[in-house]
Structures are given as structure tokens and as C-alpha cells.
């Protein structure tokens, strides 16, 4: 099917004289919805990047005049001209505290995935490309790890481990491998006794060459779609292991765990708990959507 | 044929589904009464027509689930609100805090050191034995046993049951606060026979003499109890308790005012005015003799160095806490003994909130540069929220504090052992008598477990606390208190931050619930309109 469609593919590529991935991005831009979650999204990561460049030249000084000291005498103020989503039940603005949030849902999110893909990727293809016994080893292990739900893994490998920013990086990661060592294994199948996988074996070329340099280029249009999605899969976790106190501890500003904190004063303070919760819904609901974009654009077959 | 087909059979699930909801919503009732009485049917039917007018089940919520049903263990707040409910005292208090008769219905001081007690004759246990002497002595000494509560009974040396009904009580030296001990909740009585059968089925059995019967303990979720008609002070008003554990208080206050529950113990300090406000509830309130406070485990460096726990005392912005966090709803405090306390002294240091000072201790004591530690505390919102205030306010001094969040039981057994190094904790004074906090507190014979979570081994603070308790003489035990302040002063094993209130919101259909100082409330006597 995949060898069908990949030279379907090629030749509608040759034929507008556009790469594969030329003609992806061409499909991906069309599609408005898709283009505003995307614009968004690298909004978010360069506003998350900068508070860790302005952290690092200021030696943290804005984020510890503004971001985690209290003022408890102006705590729960409602938003207002100098604090324009308010301030919080310790007397922190708002507004900072999301901006500089961001980091952890952002850059912590893409690296658990970034570290599962990598885990994942290698198992699936290993498991794929040998097949036999070393496949079912694999994969029923990745089974079992499916049969839970992620948070639950996460959780449970989180209350093994003790909570932190680095600990909920591992739970994340390593619950989100049998995904991607699936779709890995799915794709390194349909490919392993394609020609061009032959010829290379043909000239004498390694096995881990076969796999990284033949294979592997050719599964990254299922991988990214995945990939995309994960991510907020993964945002969504660290905010409900943070909110469950589990994951990253105050005071730093992470929005799960400012979300649980302001949950007692959801009934006298409305703001504390609605930005925070709607920086979430939007980063996932913008990763979810560009994430369906890019399936559409990278495999259009599935469209209909 | 295939749409027409499709509709009926869709159709057909939406009545099936109905069928099964209602069947499960009738079902329910009658399971409550099932487990909660013996005879279900009769108790329901026995309770509507006798007038309707008073419910048969009233409802508390907590924060917190009991820590043990064994009166001897379970000191713990939470244990003892349920506690008590199926437990008496040798003595118990009035309003004033004076002891008034409870199982003992007389007692006279012989000498200094024996103490004779007439025990009431009318008492039995729930499970039909006559209480006696025998059970007396029996739980006294149990409780002088006791890892957990010895506290309270080690002044005694001897117990001895002259005849059925009378028993003589020797200490080993004069103890003045003898009568308030000897009513505090964890000093209860229990029965002899049953105890000494099985003590794991007591354990998780237990039986009293109290106003209620135990019925059930699902853990982490709820208690139910059932009245003891036979109770000797009368049968209880209502029938039967239910106790639930909610820990998050704005969720407790929406349980109260959906109805869900008749009283809400523990109240948030942000929505004490909600329930004021509110047409259908009321809030009843009383400080306390509970302080609250950071325990330094002073076994341990950086701990250990007294200039940093003083500095600690400097760094930490009461009045603050009190006023914004706590919405006023409390006192702030400069010593682990409550103001209404006898043998309170108005010689504690007074540590007021000074930044200058407190770098400068840091320094001397060799953290220029700060450390950082964990700040433990219990899964309590409030708490957890004050913590970050001192996280806060320890920063500043350079102190970098890490919270750990602890669900109740694992955090008690974080303090009972030692593997603490900075808590959030509180001590409730229950006997009105300071002996009761600084034995506990500070005593090297009471580390762990029994209170002393500082770990101090301070010879000349036992020798006060001990000269403090071992006199009857009132103006003798104030001067070793004043001095033992004095001197705690500088050692500061820990810091006192606030001295809190007890609160209770409760629907106005409630009658005659009384706020117990301790919080330690006793339902005997409250009912609910229907």
C-alpha cells in the first residue's frame, strides 16, 4: 500500500516539478486553521524562549523580583491596567507568571517526545526489521505498557522516582515509547523487502546502515503526525501531574500546578484559575489542530 | 425495514438504560440502611412517622481520615474527632475547662501523690460488659504503654482497683495537672475482656462506652457510627453518624452548602465569610489551643546551629501570614503554648520579623550563601499555601526550600521518625495546661512520635519542664515556666508562626452542636431538623 502510495506520491511531485515535502508544505499552507495553530505555536516557543534568554542575561533577576516573590497584601487583585490578567493568591502577577510558564509546557513537552521518538524509534525499528522473536519481545513489552493508560504510567513512575522537573522529563518519555515504536515498526515492515531496502543490502550495507540511511527517512511522515500530537498529549500531562502536585513543585510557575494552587479560590477569585487553565486548552487545542494539518498534508490518502 | 429496525432498537436501549437507572436509584437507600442499622426496615419506619422532625442521620465532613481507631494510638486530631464520639474519660470538662464528672463520678485527693476515683455503676460497654475498676486499670496502663500518648499517663506509678468500683491512683510525684490529663480523649477507657481477646479486632473494632457505636471505617472515605441507646448520660439525639473525609475545605463548604453534609469541620480561612454570609448556615468559631508551627529537626545539620533556627524566627513575617493568608482568622504567635493556657508565660523572646538580623545569624552561623532544605507538610491546602509563603519569606535569607507534600499518615510518620528536616506542624494544647505541650514538645524522653519532632535533648530543659510538672503548687510551676520560656528563648527548637482558630460551619437546621476548643467535637447531644 505505503510502496503504492509513495510512488503515487513522486509522481505527482515530478509532475509539478515539487519535492514530496515541497508539495506537504504547499498542502499544509492551504489549509487556514492548521496555519494559525502553527503561527501561534512558534509564538509560544519564541516567548518561551525568551524568558530564557532575558533569565539568563539578568542572572534571573525578573524572575525573582517579579515572577515568584509574594505580595500578600495585594493578593487575588482582580485584572487591571497595570496587571492585566491580575494577580494571584500570593500577590504574583499573572500574566509573567504564564509567560514564564511557558517553558515548561513548551520546551519540557518536546523533549519527553523528542526522548520518546528517539526510545521508540529504535525499538520499533529493531523490532520491525528483524522480526521473529526480538519483534515479539519487543512489542509485547510495548503491549503491556499500552495496556495503561499514560497518566497512570506517568504517575506511577513519577511516585516510584519522587516528583521534579527532571523525573516527570523520564515518566512522560518513557510512557509515550510504545506509541512510537508501533508506528516505527509499522512503517520499517511495509519497508523492509521494498528494492531499494534490497539493493542497499544488496551492496553490502549494514544492517544499522540499512536501517538509519534506507529505512528510516521514510517512516518520518507518520512520525511527525504522531509526534505533534504527542506533544500535546504530553503538555496535558505535566499539567495534570503538576496539578496533582506530583510534577513540578512551587514555586515555579508552571501552569498545571498554578491551576491546582488556585483551585481553592475558584470561587472568589475567577481570574487566577481562568488563564492559566486557557493557556493550556489553547497550546493543546493549537498542536492538536496543526497536528491534523499536517497529517492531511503529509498523507493526504487519509483525508477521505 | 433496516431505518425502522435501527429506530426500535435504539428505542428499545434508551428504556433498558432508564430501567437500570432507576432501579439502581432505589436500590441505593435501602443499602445505606442496610449497613448502617441492624434492622433497616424497622429503623427507617420508625423515623418518618415519629413526627419528621428531626433527622436520623447527621453528617460531618473533615479533612482528614482517622490515623487509628485505638484511642491509645490515634492522638491525632482527626482520629479524635471521631474518637471521642465512641470513647469516654475518666473525667471530662466544663466550658471553662474545670473537670466535671464523666466515668468517675467523684475523686478526692488523699496526699499528694494518690488520688482516689469512684467510678459511676451504670456504665457498660457496647458489647454489653459492665465497666469496672478492672477496665480502669487495664486502659491506664495500656495507655502508659503506649509509644503514642504515654505522655499524657507517665506521671502515674501505680494503678490499683480497690473493689469493683473504686480505684486509687498513685503518681510519682505531685502532678498538679492530674484531672485535665486524665480527661484528655486519649486517656479513654476501653474494655479489659475484649482488649485482652483480640487486640486486632479491637483495633479495628473498637468498642467503648460512649454515646455512639462503631460501625464502619471504609478508609480514606468515610466512618459511620450508630447511637448507643444505652449510653449512660441519656441516648444520643440522633440515630446515626456518618463521617466523611473531604480534604479539600472550598470542597467541604460546597458539600454544606449543597446539603450534602450537616456540619463542614474546618472551614477555609477564604471562605470563612462566605458561610457568615450565607442565609442557611452558620459558622461557629473560638481560638483555640492549637498553635501552629515549623519543626526543626535539630539532629541535623544545618538545624542544628542554633543561629540558624533563630534567624528562621527573624525571617518569618507572622503578622502577615495571619492577616492575609489566614484572613484574620487567628493569632500570631511567639510561643508553642496557647495564651489561654495555664502556665502561658509572658516571658517568651519576642522574635519580631527582621530581615537585617536574620542575614546577619546566617552569616555568623556560616551560611552566608544559604542551603536548602524540605519544608514537609500534609496535603492541606491552607497548609500547603503557607508553606509557600515561607518558602517565600526563607528565600530572602537565602534559604532555598524545597516543599514536600505529604499525605496525613505518611506525614506523621515522617515526624515520628525522624527523616524530617523542616516541617509544618501544629500541637494542640488539649489540656489547657502547659505541662501537656512542654512535656511533649520538649521533653527528650517524648522525640518522635509523642511530639517532640524537634528532637531536642536539652538536659537543663527537661530538668525545668520536669520541676514544672512535679509540683501542685500553681505559683511554683508558673516560675519554672517562666524560666523554662526564658531560656527556650535562644534555643528555639521551633518556630511558633500562628495560634489558630476552630471553626465549624453548620446548617441551621443543626441544634445544640457545641465548637469544642480542642476541636474535638461531641455529638451526643446534637440533632438535626428534618
Known amino acids: 500500500m505505503r ?27 492551504r489549509n487556514r486553521m492548521a496555519m494559525i495553530s502553527a503561527g501561534f505555536l512558534v509564538l509560544l516557543v519564541v516567548f518561551a524562549a525568551a524568558t530564557i534568554i532575558i533569565d539568563a542575561v539578568t542572572g534571573n533577576a525578573i524572575y525573582d523580583a517579579k515572577v515568584i516573590s509574594q505580595d500578600l497584601t495585594h493578593r487575588l487583585q482582580p485584572p487591571s491596567k497595570d496587571h492585566i490578567l491580575g494577580l494571584d493568591e500570593f500577590g504574583r502577577d499573572i500574566a509573567l507568571r504564564i509567560w514564564w510558564g511557558a ?20 525499538l520499533g525499528a529493531i523490532a520491525g526489521y528483524y522480526g521473529g522473536v526480538v519483534d515479539n519481545v519487543i512489542m509485547r513489552f510495548m503491549d503491556i505498557m499500552l495496556s495503561l493508560p499514560y497518566i497512570l504510567l506517568a504517575i ?103 491551576l491546582s494552587n488556585a483551585r481553592t479560590y475558584i470561587r472568589d477569585a475567577w481570574h487566577i484559575t481562568v488563564f492559566p487553565g486557557l493557556m493550556i486548552l489553547l497550546t493543546i487545542l493549537s498542536l492538536n489542530i496543526m497536528g491534523d494539518g499536517l497529517r492531511d498534508a503529509l498523507d493526504p490518502k487519509l483525508k477521505n | ?36 442499622t441492624a434492622a433497616p426496615a424497622g429503623g427507617a419506619s420508625e423515623a418518618a412517622p415519629a413526627g419528621g422532625d428531626e433527622k436520623d442521620t447527621l453528617t460531618w465532613v473533615q479533612g482528614a481520615d482517622v490515623t487509628s481507631l485505638d484511642p491509645h494510638v490515634g492522638k491525632e486530631t482527626p482520629a479524635v474527632m471521631v474518637t471521642c464520639n465512641i470513647f469516654d474519660t475518666l473525667l471530662g470538662k466544663d466550658e471553662n475547662g474545670h473537670p466535671t464528672p464523666c466515668l468517675a463520678e467523684s475523686w478526692e485527693s488523699v496526699d499528694e501523690l494518690t488520688w482516689t476515683f469512684k467510678l459511676r455503676q451504670d456504665v457498660t460497654f457496647h458489647d454489653g460488659t459492665p465497666m469496672t475498676s478492672a477496665d480502669v486499670k487495664f486502659s491506664l496502663e495500656r495507655a502508659i504503654a503506649s509509644a503514642f500518648v504515654s505522655y499524657v499517663v507517665d506521671f502515674i506509678d501505680t494503678v490499683t482497683a480497690d473493689d469493683e468500683y473504686t480505684v486509687t491512683i498513685k503518681t510519682k510525684s505531685p502532678y498538679g495537672p492530674i484531672l485535665a490529663n486524665l480527661a484528655v480523649p486519649f486517656t479513654a477507657i476501653v474494655p479489659k475482656a475484649a482488649v485482652e481477646a483480640d487486640e486486632d479486632a479491637f483495633v479495628v473494632n473498637p468498642i467503648g462506652t460512649g454515646a455512639f457505636k462503631f460501625v464502619e471505617w471504609k478508609q480514606g472515605d468515610s466512618i459511620k457510627l450508630e447511637a448507643n441507646e444505652n449510653y449512660w448520660g441519656g441516648a444520643p439525639a440522633t440515630k446515626n453518624l456518618v463521617m466523611r473525609v473531604v480534604p479539600e475545605a472550598a470542597q467541604r463548604l460546597i458539600a454544606l452548602e449543597n446539603g450534602e453534609t450537616d456540619l463542614a ?12 454570609d450565607h442565609a442557611n448556615l452558620e459558622l461557629l468559631e473560638a481560638p483555640s489551643l492549637s498553635v501552629f508551627y515549623l519543626t526543626l529537626n535539630t539532629q541535623n545539620a544545618p538545624f542544628d546551629n542554633v543561629k540558624v533556627r533563630q534567624a528562621i524566627r527573624y525571617a518569618i513575617d507572622k503578622p502577615l501570614i495571619v492577616d492575609s493568608m489566614l484572613y484574620g482568622s487567628g493569632e500570631p504567635a511567639d510561643a508553642t503554648i496557647p495564651p489561654a493556657a495555664f502556665g502561658y508565660s509572658a516571658r517568651s523572646k519576642v522574635y519580631d520579623y527582621n530581615l537585617e538580623l536574620a542575614k546577619e545569624l546566617m552569616e555568623e552561623a556560616g551560611y552566608a550563601d544559604g542551603f536548602t532544605c524540605e519544608l514537609s507538610v500534609n496535603d492541606n491546602p491552607t497548609r500547603v499555601e503557607i508553606c509557600q509563603v515561607v518558602q517565600s519569606q526563607l528565600k530572602e535569607i537565602g534559604i532555598n526550600v524545597e516543599i514536600q507534600v505529604l499525605e496525613f499518615g505518611s506525614w506523621i510518620d515522617q515526624l515520628g521518625t525522624g527523616e524530617h528536616e523542616m516541617s509544618f506542624t501544629g500541637w494542640t494544647c488539649s489540656t489547657a495546661d502547659a505541662d501537656y505541650s512542654y512535656y511533649s514538645l520538649f521533653h527528650s524522653s517524648q522525640t518522635g512520635y509523642p511530639g517532640n519532632d524537634a528532637f531536642l535533648m536539652d538536659p537543663k ?70
Open chain 1, 156 to 258: 506511577a513512575i513519577v511516585a516510584a522516582l519522587g516528583p521534579g522537573l527532571i523525573n516527570v522529563l523520564i515518566a512522560i518519555s518513557i510512557s509515550y515509547v510504545p506509541e512510537f515504536a508501533r508506528v516505527v515498526r509499522a512503517s520499517v515492515l511495509s519497508m523492509r523487502d521494498q528494492e531499494f531496502v534490497e539493493a542497499a543490502r544488496a551492496v553490502g550495507a549494514s544492517d544499522r546502515k540499512v536501517i538509519f540511511s534506507q529505512i528510516f527517512p521514510n517512516t518520518m511522515a507518520p512520525l511527525i503526525v504522531q509526534a505533534t500530537m504527542a506533544v500535546a498529549g504530553a503538555i496535558s500531562s505535566i499539567a495534570a501531574l503538576s496539578f496533582l502536585g506530583l510534577g513540578i513543585q512551587p514555586p515555579l510557575p508552571e501552569w498545571g500546578a498554578m
Open chain 2, 461 to 530: 530543659v527537661d530538668e525545668l519542664v520536669e520541676k514544672g510538672r512535679e509540683s501542685a503548687n500553681g505559683d511554683e510551676r508558673q516560675a519554672a515556666y517562666d524560666e523554662l520560656e526564658e531560656y527556650l528563648g535562644d534555643l528555639t527548637p521551633y518556630t511558633p508562626i500562628y495560634y489558630s482558630n476552630v471553626n465549624v460551619g453548620a446548617s441551621s437546621k443543626v441544634q445544640n452542636f457545641v465548637v469544642d476548643v480542642n476541636g474535638y467535637h461531641r455529638l451526643h447531644g446534637v440533632s438535626v431538623a428534618g
Open chain 2, 265 to 276: 469541620y474546618e472551614i477555609g480561612p477564604n471562605d470563612l465569610s462566605k458561610v457568615r
Open chain 1, 103 to 122: 517553558r515548561y509546557s513548551v520546551f519540557m513537552g518536546a523533549s519527553s517526545v523528542l526522548a520518546a521518538i528517539v526510545m521508540g524509534s529504535i
Open chain 1, 3 to 29: 510502496k503504492r502510495k509513495v510512488q503515487q506520491l513522486e509522481a505527482m511531485a515530478a509532475a509539478g516539478g515539487r519535492s514530496l515535502w515541497q508539495e506537504a508544505l504547499r498542502r499544509f499552507r
Open chain 2, 1 to 36: 425495514m433496516k431505518r425502522v429496525l435501527a429506530v426500535a432498537l435504539s428505542l428499545f436501549l434508551m428504556l433498558a438504560l432508564a430501567a437500570c437507572g432507576g432501579g439502581s436509584g432505589s436500590v441505593a437507600p435501602e443499602g445505606d440502611d442496610g449497613t448502617s
